[in-house]
């Protein structure tokens, strides 16, 4: 598939000419609506695989997508292989394409076990995700002996623990800690019929999804800072020996780690082979306060004025399309353009209108359009069918996302 942008070792933040020309290329469409500056999304999967370096490849993380075209269209480029899931019904339906599915999460779907047992084509293409034995006896009692080995991964905690585990810093997931604890559940799987050890994820959201560079106080970001420094050299030094044991037990096809926000550091790791992202294609709000690297913004999602409470405040119609996650500012959509715009502090984005104030809200009309960027990069296409594609200041294309072709998997 021919590209629209070059690679690019320093990516540039949102400026008025772009979006300028985005507005142009959509002023003929009625919001609520989804873009994708196609330029923006190339230049971004460059400086992903850029980032990478030549020994690790990048495992595209699906939810941060959420649209085959352009799951496609990352896939095809150097440097990427392979699908990171974050469900089994999702995972079937990209096997009947992809031949590498990883799914991040362990699943309890018994239609969905079912129908991967029942077809030996998928079973090859998918692997599941495990961190107990539990997981392992749910599986066989749901699908008993008669069925082809499933691939499994085992899900590495990549957590900061301190104070014996009184202290954990980083995402819940998984109650592999330690390399003996990873060792003992590789044994387990290896020994059991039915089973086969694929490879091991961990996934360090504490480093990878917490922007080094946050607004605020000057101390929290020196403290964050340093618990990044430490947390990184203690998984690394931990991870390398989980993987050791692990191999020890058999040796694994793969190997996992990192996010959008830690590509460079985790893929320096010797043990590493593979690195999950995807939410740097398209540079959701989330992504702006990293030192390190700025993705360019790529995906929106547009509204219409439809009030002028007065003649210093323009109203549009919805906008409260909040990120999940903790309740904070750092959630609620950006307002990209026109530039010059703030929300309200005491309203914000909300379900069926936000106002919005400053210089520009003088000269909006009705009518007028108003540009938003999600907090999170997939979530945008939860709430719309279609993305139009722009690319060289035209609408190029116009796609589904997953909602728009009938599937809601979370």
Sequence with gaps: ???????????????????????????????????????????????????????????????????????????????????????????????????????????????????????????????LMVDSVGQLDFMDAVLGESRPDLRVCIDLDASLE??????????????????????????????????????????????????????????????????????????AERRAAAIAAVEAVQPLEFVNGGGTGSIEQTASEH?????????????????????????????????SVVRRPSDRIATVLGGGWVASGPHGKDRLPTLSWPRGLRMNPLEGAGEVQTPVLGRAAHGLRLGDHVWFRHAKAGELCERVNTLHLVAGGQIVDQVPTYRGEGHAFL
Excluded: C
């Design 271 to 303: 043990v590493i082979t593979e690195v999950g992202a995807g939410s740097g294609l398209y540079g959701p709000g989330l992504f702006d306060f990293y030192r390190h690297f700025r993705p360019r913004p790529a995906a929106f999602f547009v509204m």
């Design 162 to 235: 301190l104070a014996g585990g009184r202290l954990h810093l980083g995402p819940h997931r998984s109650p592999v800690h330690t390399p003996g604890q990873a060792a003992e559940l590789a044994r387990t799987i290896v020994a059991r019929p039915g089973f086969h050890l694929a490879g091991v994820m961990s996934y360090e959201g504490q480093i990878a999804g917490l922007g080094d560079n946050q607004p605020g106080s000057p101390l929290k970001r020196a403290a964050l800072r340093a618990m990044q420094r430490f947390s990184a050299r203690e998984l």
């Design 1 to 127: 598939m021919q590209q629209t942008a070059s690679a690019a070792s320093a990516l540039v933040p949102l400026n008025e000419v772009r979006m300028a020309q985005l507005d142009r290329a959509t002023e003929h469409l009625d919001p609520p609506f989804a873009v994708v500056d196609l330029d923006a999304f190339d230049a971004n999967a460059a400086d992903l695989a850029r980032r990478t370096g030549s020994r690790a490849t990048i495992r595209l993380a699906s939810k941060s997508v959420r649209s085959r075209h352009l799951i496609r269209r990352a896939l095809d480029r150097e440097g990427y292989r392979g699908i990171l899931a974050f469900t089994l019904p999702e995972a079937l339906w990209l096997a009947r394409e992809h031949e590498d599915v990883v799914i991040g999460y362990p699943t309890t779907d018994r239609t969905a076990l079912r129908q991967l047992a029942k077809d030996e084509r998928a079973a090859s293409r998918i692997t």
